[in-house]
């Protein structure tokens, strides 16, 4: 049973019979009959919106922190403090407040947190180019191959690099080890915060047979309903179907239903994985229902979304507008376009459409808007028979995008986003 001592960084053969490192004296051991084969790790920052809000005041140490967008807004992040009272990222502010009343409440500064979260990915990028951003503050790592050049085990490599993270930048992070993302992921959640986790090839079954199937990767609240009717409820009573069984089922779904229900998964660690969807939404101070007030809502997302698309280079072919009622029922509506954009102008002329349609008195407190199905930048906006002066069109939204770069958002504005009669807020 190899066993990693987290402060020194030691690897002992045995776990000591004293539950302290023989070298350093300390407590945090991870012992494992795997510990020194495994490679594949998911990086978990700790309330990492919270965490940095703390880090950069002090003051703050010890108090519930809520990151949110106000009253009528949900909860970004809490940290530790405010999560012991209740409070859970996506709640609505106002039962996050009721739960915690003394929480100190910080808008969201999305800079700052880029910010870090770019230096710890440049720290994993030192240790291996198969680095896979799942969102700013987490990530996995394939450290297959790096003993030689780290010198010592991936285990030995992940402690230090936590250790360096909390040492220099004075964030903490959870680590899971394990032989494929998905057990990873599901390691990284065991231990939380400062944790650091394994769960081996060997053990994933028995490790997952009384586990929710909800745990599965992909399967979503309305699977997780069809399976539940299907008397499907633990992982492990996905065992007795055949493979093919399953697909005949749930389609392509079932192929991986049957695999990760024995802890199988065969993805591999994709620095280059694509971007899936672009999207921006506010949250109103109250709810509106008149179109014209949410088409004013509408237009600044459309540009903010535009202007993401531009800077990750891409183009969106599906756009989807994204509603949320009073009573916080989610609606979604789609449309496809003949090809992909970058101009907010499309984007708002199908939102729109959307939007039109699905007002119908109903009160929304929430209004987003998005794109998918992403393509290279190359491929948006070309001219088209329908739209002959589109490629046009595009050129200028890149010279506005580069005028306001050097000058401000608010150096060139067009004329729809002059008026906005909704109490709304900034889009996030």
Same mark, same amino acid.
């Given at each position: 049973?190899?066993?990693?001592? =987290? #402060?020194?960084?030691? %690897?002992?053969?045995?776990?000591?019979? #004293?539950?302290?490192?023989?070298?350093?004296?300390?407590?945090?051991?991870?012992?494992?009959?795997?510990?020194?084969?495994?490679?594949?790790?998911?990086? #978990?920052?700790?309330?990492?919106?919270?965490?940095?809000?703390?880090?950069?005041?002090?003051?703050?140490?010890?108090?519930?922190?809520?990151?949110?967008?106000?009253? &009528?807004?949900?909860?970004?992040? !809490?940290?530790?403090?405010?999560?012991? *009272?209740?409070?859970?990222?996506?709640?609505?502010?106002?039962?996050?407040?009721?739960?915690?009343?003394?929480?100190?409440?910080?808008?969201?500064?999305?800079?700052? *947190?880029?910010?870090?979260?770019?230096?710890?990915?440049?720290?994993?990028? !030192?240790?291996?180019?198969?680095?896979?951003?799942?969102?700013?503050? +987490?990530?996995?790592?394939?450290?297959? $191959?790096?003993?030689?050049?780290?010198?010592?085990?991936?285990?030995?490599?992940?402690?230090?690099?936590?250790?360096?993270?909390?040492?220099?930048? @004075?964030?903490?992070?959870?680590?899971?080890? @394990?032989?494929?993302?998905?057990?990873?992921?599901?390691?990284?959640?065991?231990?939380?915060? &400062?944790?650091?986790?394994?769960?081996? !090839?060997?053990?994933?079954?028995?490790?997952? !047979?009384?586990?929710?199937?909800?745990?599965?990767?992909?399967?979503?609240?309305?699977?997780?309903?069809?399976?539940? =009717?299907?008397?499907? =409820?633990?992982?492990?009573?996905?065992?007795?179907?055949?493979?093919?069984? %399953?697909?005949?089922?749930?389609?392509?779904?079932?192929?991986?239903? *049957?695999?990760?229900?024995?802890?199988?998964?065969?993805?591999?660690?994709?620095?280059?994985?694509?971007?899936? @969807?672009?999207?921006?939404?506010?949250?109103?101070? @109250?709810?509106?229902?008149?179109?014209?007030?949410?088409?004013? +809502?509408?237009?600044?997302?459309?540009?903010?979304?535009?202007?993401?698309?531009?800077?990750?280079?891409?183009?969106?072919?599906?756009?989807?507008?994204?509603?949320?009622?009073?009573?916080?029922?989610?609606?979604?509506?789609?449309?496809?376009?003949?090809?992909?954009?970058?101009?907010?102008?499309?984007?708002?002329?199908?939102?729109?459409? %959307?939007?039109?349609?699905?007002?119908?008195?109903?009160?929304?407190?929430?209004? $987003?808007?998005?794109?998918?199905?992403?393509?290279?930048?190359?491929?948006?906006?070309?001219?088209?028979?329908?739209?002959?002066?589109?490629?046009?069109?595009?050129?200028?939204?890149?010279?506005?995008?580069?005028?306001?770069?050097? %000058?401000?958002?608010?150096?060139?504005?067009?004329? &729809?986003?002059?008026?906005?009669?909704?109490?709304?807020?900034?889009?996030?």
């Amino acid at each position: 049973m190899t066993t990693l001592c =987290r #402060d020194c960084f030691s %690897l002992l053969d045995e776990p000591p019979a #004293d539950g302290r490192c023989p070298r350093c004296r300390h407590r945090r051991l991870v012992a494992h009959p795997e510990l020194t084969a495994l490679s594949i790790a998911h990086l #978990d920052c700790d309330a990492f919106y919270a965490s940095v809000e703390k880090r950069d005041d002090p003051s703050l140490r010890d108090k519930p922190v809520i990151v949110g967008g106000g009253h &009528r807004g949900v909860v970004s992040a !809490a940290c530790y403090v405010a999560r012991l *009272y209740g409070v859970r990222s996506a709640m609505p502010m106002f039962k996050a407040l009721a739960a915690c009343p003394d929480a100190v409440v910080i808008k969201p500064n999305m800079a700052k *947190y880029r910010e870090a979260g770019e230096e710890i990915r440049r720290r994993m990028r !030192a240790l291996t180019p198969l680095v896979e951003p799942l969102s700013i503050d +987490e990530a996995f790592l394939d450290l297959t $191959g790096t003993e030689k050049l780290h010198h010592g085990a991936p285990a030995v490599t992940l402690a230090r690099l936590a250790a360096e993270i909390e040492r220099e930048l @004075s964030l903490t992070v959870s680590i899971g080890l @394990s032989c494929n993302k998905f057990l990873a992921k599901i390691a990284s959640d065991l231990d939380k915060p &400062r944790g650091f986790a394994v769960i081996g !090839a060997a053990e994933a079954k028995d490790f997952l !047979a009384d586990r929710p199937v909800s745990l599965l990767w992909g399967v979503g609240k309305a699977l997780n309903a069809s399976l539940e =009717r299907e008397g499907i =409820r633990r992982i492990r009573d996905l065992w007795p179907y055949e493979e093919a069984e %399953l697909i005949a089922r749930h389609g392509a779904m079932g192929r991986r239903l *049957y695999r990760m229900s024995r802890g199988l998964d065969d993805r591999r660690v994709d620095p280059d994985a694509p971007t899936k @969807s672009i999207s921006a939404e506010t949250t109103f101070d @109250s709810n509106l229902s008149d179109p014209e007030a949410l088409l004013a +809502e509408l237009w600044p997302l459309c540009e903010t979304v535009a202007r993401r698309l531009r800077k990750a280079g891409l183009g969106g072919r599906t756009v989807t507008l994204k509603l949320k009622t009073g009573q916080f029922r989610n609606i979604t509506r789609s449309r496809s376009l003949s090809s992909p954009t970058q101009l907010a102008d499309i984007l708002y002329r199908e939102g729109k459409a %959307l939007l039109l349609a699905a007002a119908d008195g109903t009160a929304f407190r929430l209004i $987003g808007i998005g794109a998918s199905e992403l393509g290279p930048a190359a491929e948006a906006d070309q001219p088209d028979l329908l739209e002959p002066d589109r490629a046009r069109r595009a050129q200028v939204a890149r010279a506005v995008e580069s005028v306001r770069e050097r %000058l401000g958002s608010e150096a060139i504005t067009r004329g &729809r986003g002059l008026t906005r009669p909704g109490p709304g807020k900034a889009p996030r």
